[in-house]
């Protein structure tokens, strides 16, 4: 406990996925007599090497803890003011990034639900879960009893909302109030939690940040990777049990060694390229796609909170020579992704931008696809007629490295969580941060209380319509407007998967 909260790491959801329950659904966790020590994060999730160790900035910003692999990860961490109190705190179920293929509940410090949870009086869940080929590997043609082992990964964040549903009153937390919300790869799990009609009911507001794939794997993609991880663990049809017996690691490496056979080009994070880890659309767990060709009816009840960053997937972190980049050479990386589209793309963008530097114009024009998907998911949902949704623009630039980094991938996550004190080799650590992260953790605890992001320090927030496309721009100033940047974002293609390849492992 520390000043007025209570802090539980680790607490077991569901049991181990070692051996046996390998690609199995997860079951309840078998029951412990006494009191159980509960102060330190549980395993995370075996995942593949991170990418981002070896640059120098990224570390320096980031400050990672991967903490301990293992397969008995599927545990859970709250934050609460109070305990067996009878008060019906709003919940906030958080669910991390890194794509489908990487991540944990305490690999950045903007995770930790301490001071969001005394701001806001709410309890904070925050949780681990399969990934990878652990989580996502599709088995089903080699056998009924692997029927389930393509979302496997998914089943295991509904078993951390029935967690809460089961337990979160002792917690002080009102399973009938629960908001689950995510980042990057995190975003795209809400959005196929919404689908999926074992989540029905279990959660009562969503967010989805930086994270909008409105459509997911095939069965015959997703087939073909675990056929690639197989013939890369030397593994025949018939053999496929033995994947319950040889040591974990080998079956990530196997999962990253095939994805990079079937990319041998690799993947454009953001771009929707290339076959990658993630939930499949089998017709049973996971019936459609989450949100194409519209939002998911199962879920047209619940408020939706959607939105992304000025710079997604393109700042100067570790690259300082960007700040020097001519026209000349957006053009050429322009050209490369967009072909004889480029020149009318460049040229909605520098007319929406005109004192932008020509980084910016690059940055804001790669960012556009992740954009353009926010905008859709919103628009899909709204059409339900049932259930507010809001639109926000995280607009903010960060001092840190003389600005370089701008309004980079996950960094509004420090001020969700009300923790730019605690990141402050993100934030600077300013005054303006702080004052910024009290508007912006108050709208999400506002949505988690009520469905409705309002409050008396921002100004007035419309719920999303399709003919304005209104949208709060959090910045030090803080102010709705239509449609921003609408018609230089229609100029660049976008693709419905767009979000899939995102934050992985980076």
Request: overall charge neutral; hydrophobic content about 35%.
């Amino acid at each position: 406990m520390r000043n007025g909260i209570y802090t539980f790491k680790g607490i077991p959801y569901a049991q181990s996925t070692a051996g046996k329950a390998r690609f199995m659904p997860p079951k309840k966790p078998e029951p412990w007599t006494g009191v159980r020590s509960s102060m330190y994060y549980g395993q995370v999730c075996p995942q593949g090497p991170r990418a981002g160790w070896a640059v120098d900035e990224n570390a320096f910003m980031f400050e990672w803890d991967d903490g301990q692999p293992g397969e008995d990860c599927l545990r859970v961490n709250v934050w609460t003011p109070g305990l067996n109190d009878n008060r019906k705190r709003a919940v906030m179920f958080w669910i991390h990034g890194g794509g489908y293929s990487a991540g944990s509940g305490q690999e950045l410090k903007s995770y930790d639900g301490e001071n969001l949870a005394r701001r806001g009086n709410v309890v904070v869940v925050s949780l681990n879960h399969r990934l990878n080929a652990l989580g996502y590997l599709n088995l089903s043609e080699y056998g009924e009893q692997w029927a389930s082992a393509a979302n496997v990964g998914m089943l295991d964040l509904v078993a951390g909302l029935e967690w809460v549903r089961d337990n979160i009153a002792n917690f002080g937390g009102d399973p009938g109030n629960v908001m689950m919300f995510g980042q990057s790869g995190g975003g795209g799990k809400v959005g196929v939690l919404m689908a999926m009609p074992a989540a029905k009911g279990l959660f009562h507001r969503a967010a989805v940040q930086s994270g909008s794939s409105l459509r997911q794997l095939g069965p015959e993609s997703s087939a073909k990777l675990a056929a690639a991880t197989l013939a890369e663990l030397g593994l025949t049809g018939s053999q496929v049990d033995q994947l319950q017996k040889i040591p974990y690691e080998r079956i990530v490496a196997a999962g990253v060694d095939a994805q990079k056979k079937l990319n041998p080009g690799g993947t454009i994070p953001g771009s929707g390229m290339g076959i990658n880890w993630g939930p499949t659309v089998d017709g049973r767990i996971l019936p459609g796609n989450s949100f194409d060709p519209h939002a998911p009816e199962i879920s047209a009840s619940v408020p939706l909170l959607v939105g992304t960053v000025k710079n997604e997937f393109m700042n100067g972190i570790g690259h300082p020579e960007y700040e020097s980049m001519t026209m000349d050479e957006v053009k050429t990386r322009v050209t490369q992704r967009y072909g004889n589209r480029s020149d009318a793309i460049i040229d909605a963008f520098r007319t929406a931008h005109p004192t932008a530097k020509p980084f910016d114009v690059l940055s804001l024009i790669f960012a556009a696809p992740t954009r353009q998907n926010a905008i859709t998911q919103a628009e899909r949902k709204a059409a339900l007629n049932a259930a507010p949704t809001y639109l926000y623009w995280f607009t903010w630039q960060t001092p840190i490295l003389d600005g370089r980094p701008r309004a980079f991938h996950c960094c509004e996550l420090p001020f969700c969580f009300d923790n730019t004190d605690r990141c402050a080799a993100m934030t600077g650590g300013t005054p303006q941060a702080r004052e910024l992260a009290a508007k912006v953790s108050e709208a999400w605890i506002n949505f988690a209380r009520t469905g409705d992001p309002n409050h008396q320090g921002l100004p007035k927030w419309p719920a999303f319509s399709t003919d304005k496309i209104p949208t709060m721009v959090l910045d030090n100033t803080c102010e709705t407007k239509n449609d921003p940047d609408g018609t230089a974002l229609r100029t660049v293609p976008h693709s419905p998967e767009a979000h899939t390849t995102a934050g992985v492992r980076s």
